[in-house]
């Protein structure tokens, strides 16, 4: 059975302009969220959708938006990128809502702003 | 900001020790987990433990729960130079059971 994928794996976006990135959550699975790691730190909660419905929204500006599709994939977009954007975005999916349900990761996408 | 302190943030062994990493809590919690991560890709999910439980075991790992002290540890028995990662907690709090918050990590360095 296919993991959590995130696509794409690597990206160098330039200050100021926009990015898109994609997850597919396991089969079955109706949870998707997104976290943000930095290097040298845990990830950081960035957003959470369940049912195509968003559950739950981390401490980002109104710079980073998220959408789930009728087949359960997201997308992350973040506009007018900033240097500190440069990260490891990680999805993750789950089969429900929270409720001590594991949630299973993604390889991430790495993204450098220059 | 994170929920969870980890400590240590560095931990080097040889191979066939046992490690342990510890983890503080702010909130109280649905559950704990722990994951790994290699060389800073995914994370993989090793054990889950619930409010209500002490202890759990799943192969060479043990996790203990101590909700008055809001602490929790990882031991990994018998370790290998594979289990070189870094490890993390991350608690599903009460009132936002939608997100996980995690802990700063500890780096662990088996050594062969």
């Known amino acids: 059975d296919a993991g959590v994928t995130q696509s794409p794996t690597h990206l160098i976006k330039t200050r100021g302009q926009h990015v898109t990135l994609r997850c597919s959550p396991i089969?079955?699975?109706?949870?998707v969220s997104w976290y943000q790691q930095v290097l040298g730190q845990g990830p950081q909660f960035i957003f959470q959708?369940?049912?195509?419905?968003?559950?739950g929204r981390g401490n980002f500006p109104d710079r980073f938006s998220a959408r789930q599709f009728p087949n359960y994939s997201s997308e992350l977009n973040v506009n007018a990128l900033l240097l500190g954007d440069s990260a490891l975005y990680l999805c993750?999916?789950?089969?429900?809502?929270?409720?001590?349900?594991?949630?299973?990761f993604g390889q991430g996408t790495r993204l450098t702003v220059v | 900001s994170q929920q969870g302190e980890e400590d240590p943030q560095a931990l080097s062994i040889q191979e066939g020790e046992n490690a342990t990493m510890n983890c503080s809590y702010k909130?109280?919690?649905?559950?704990l987990q722990w994951y790994r991560q290699n060389s800073g890709r995914g994370l993989v999910h090793l054990i889950l433990?619930?409010?209500?439980?002490r202890e759990k075991h799943s192969g060479r790992l043990r996790v203990t729960l101590d909700t008055s002290k809001k602490s929790s540890s990882l031991l990994i028995t018998a370790s290998r130079a594979a289990d070189t990662a870094s490890y993390f907690c991350?608690?599903?709090?009460?009132?936002?059971?939608?997100?996980?918050?995690f802990g700063s990590g500890t780096r662990l360095l088996v050594r062969p």
């Open positions: 993750a999916s789950s089969l429900v809502n929270g409720g001590n349900t594991e949630a299973f």
């Open positions: 089969s079955g699975h109706k949870s």
């Open positions: 959708y369940y049912e195509k419905e968003e559950r």
């Open positions: 909130t109280s919690i649905n559950n």
């Open positions: 433990i619930r409010s209500n439980e």
């Open positions: 991350a608690t599903e709090q009460l009132d936002s059971s939608y997100k996980l918050i």
